[in-house]
């Protein structure tokens, strides 16, 4: 007799697979375009950044649009749409190679860069959805633990491999590869049963928003610790002369996973407002280690805390997102929720540059601390409301 749990994963597995897919062709491409738009090009380090934050502008902006159709139209089919045009952005990678104009060049990577970010939006939206309808809002909290670690896993497999196709088949090669990758996920969500769309009135975007505002914003105080690991540990590494520079994104990586996979179930269980109150904690203290490391040691073990601590960051507050909106709104709550994650890698990472270049790359981890101790303090505030009754 099939067990409930084996029931659930033979549902989550291949939404898991196509999430897998589309972050692979989101992996795959970004070690290639800063050699492809810097070193073939011959544009700055400025144009560099601007291709590759185009995909995350355009994922920002399109969130809203994404969760509507998938309450409006169904997950399933939100979540197909985002696989072809993501694929459609692999083909306009391979078209850049062959427009002789650098400029012209560019703009046709700045298309493929806006459409993959559609098409991320609508396959994330889609497939949480999709899967929190499957599941049950009970479990919503295991159906993000298992998307996200489905896309960590893809970005950590696609950079590599990315780096192989370009040296054995070149640009055009690599660009193909990310076009069949979402291609390849529609066949496993065509495995997974379909969602009809909930019907029942709908609130409108800002009343939405309103609802989830604070777990939303919580979580992007506490992704500023991630977007200073990210942009800023490598520096901090070669300013000190420390060795093993990579070890840093290793910690992070291998500790988020780790959390995800023993205690991945625990917002369910004790509800998430508790567990963000311990994953912010210790992310606090992860980046309070980074802003006064004296050793690469030391950094790679704070950037490992971090990386333990944000891991349930997002499904934590995604718990309680959820619950403070109506089933037939879940996609657009699930879409706005996921653009606070957005907001910060868009908006705070540039605004952690400024600081480091007024302060010193030390700055970016005492503001990571600073923006982990605020979202401590509003996951506090959700033990509290929680603890009253109150939404």
């Known amino acids: 007799m099939t067990s409930p749990r084996s029931a659930l994963w033979r549902q989550l597995a291949p939404i898991c697979a196509l999430v897998f897919l589309e972050f692979l062709a989101m ?13 073939t090009l011959g544009f700055g380090t400025f144009i560099v950044g601007l291709v590759i934050g185009a995909q995350s502008w355009a994922t920002l902006a399109t969130r809203h649009a994404a969760g509507s159709r998938s309450d409006g139209q169904g997950p399933r089919r939100t979540a197909i749409t985002g696989l072809l045009v993501s694929a459609l952005a692999g083909a306009v990678y391979a078209l850049s190679y062959a427009v002789p104009s650098a400029s012209a060049s560019l703009v046709t990577l700045l298309v493929g860069r806006g459409l993959l970010g559609l098409g991320e939006s609508l396959v994330i939206t889609g497939a949480l959805a999709w899967g929190v309808a499957l599941a049950g809002r009970e479990r919503s909290g ?3 633990t298992w998307v996200g670690i489905a896309m960590y896993g893809a970005l950590a ?3 590599p491999l990315g780096s192989a196709l370009d040296a054995r088949v070149g640009f055009v090669g690599m660009a193909i590869a990310t076009a069949i990758a979402p291609l390849s996920g529609i066949g496993a969500a065509l495995l997974v049963r379909p969602v009809p769309p909930i019907g029942g009135a709908r609130l409108p975007f800002h009343r939405v928003a309103s609802l989830i505002w604070l777990p939303g914003a919580a979580l992007s105080l506490c992704a500023l610790g991630f977007g200073a690991i990210a942009a800023f540990a490598t520096l901090l590494f070669r300013e000190h002369g420390w060795p093993h520079a990579a070890l840093v994104m290793t910690a992070f990586g291998a500790a988020f996973v780790l959390a995800r996979l023993v205690f991945g179930g625990l917002p369910d269980r004790i509800g998430g407002a508790r567990v963000a ?17 004296t050793s690469g040691t030391m950094a790679v073990a704070a950037a490992a805390l971090t990386g333990l601590g944000f891991s349930l960051a997002f499904p934590s507050f995604g718990v309680e997102a959820i619950r ?4 037939q709104n879940r996609g657009v709550a699930l879409g706005a929720y996921t653009a606070s994650f957005d907001v910060t890698m868009g908006v705070g ?4 540059g400024i600081l480091v270049g007024a302060f010193g790359n030390r700055a970016a981890f005492a503001a990571g ?6 979202s401590l303090a509003l996951a506090v505030k959700l033990v509290r409301a929680r603890s009253s009754g109150r939404p």
Not at 27 to 38: E, K, M, Q
């Open 157 to 159: 497999v696609g950079a």
């Open 27 to 39: 992996g795959i491409p970004l070690p290639v375009l800063p050699s492809r738009v810097h070193g």
């Open 324 to 327: 403070r909106v109506p089933p």
């Open 349 to 352: 990472v540039p605004l952690l």
């Open 369 to 374: 601390a600073v923006a982990s101790a605020a």
């Open 142 to 144: 295991i159906v993000m």
């Open 277 to 293: 109150l311990a994953s912010t904690a210790v992310a606090t203290m992860g980046q309070l280690g980074l802003w006064f490391a």
